[in-house]
């Protein structure tokens, strides 16, 4: 019989006063922690749709874990920043502004929607895997090809766009 050992696992919290993020050559994210430097980071949304700006994995170039910073607001501004634009890089989803239609065709759902990046086509096959509702008016779209973007706030739609999503919701 194999036996099981403990693997523990420590949460390692960064001070944000010790915490400097900065670009390095050629625009990769680096960090100096209280003089220590780590010449690339990757940063990480622990929790990606309720705290975006909270519980930020920070990890180095093998992905292995640094730390994690509990809040990015409690960094410096310069900091912030850097790690604001990271991480929406990183997380680059398009807000839908438009739906133009929302088609059914035999096993398949097919979007057509205006966003902030430009017009996309979803295809899905059933809409319970492929839309996810977060908070009372977000919704998350997602097709079989793993593109994704967000209806931010369904309220804030054109009347139209509100009609075409209430036959499908």
């Known amino acids: ?22 670009r390095g050559t050629g625009g990769v994210l680096e960090m100096d922690y209280g003089g220590e430097r780590s010449p690339e980071v990757l940063l990480y949304r622990t929790y990606p749709l ?3 700006e909270e519980y930020i ?4 170039g093998k992905g292995e874990e640094i730390g994690i910073i509990e809040r990015l607001t409690d960094l410096d501004p310069d900091s912030l920043g850097e790690a604001r634009m990271e991480l ?17 065709y035999p096993g398949m759902w097919v979007w057509e929607l205006q966003t902030t990046l430009g017009p996309i086509k979803l295809s899905m096959r ?25 209806i931010y706030d369904t ?15």
């Open 50 to 52: 309720s705290r975006q």
């Open 155 to 169: 309220e804030a739609l054109d009347p139209q766009s509100r009609k075409l999503l209430s036959r499908v919701m």
């Open 88 to 104: 929406r890089l990183r997380y680059l989803v398009p807000r839908v502004d438009r739906i133009d239609k929302i088609k059914q």
């Open 126 to 150: 059933n809409l319970h895997e492929h839309i996810q509702m977060v908070g009372e008016s977000r919704l998350l779209l997602s097709d079989m090809d793993g593109n994704r973007c967000e």
């Open 57 to 60: 994995s920070v990890r180095d």
């Open 1 to 22: 019989m194999e036996q099981v050992t403990d693997v523990k696992y420590e949460i390692r919290l960064l001070d944000p006063d010790r915490v400097r993020f900065f």
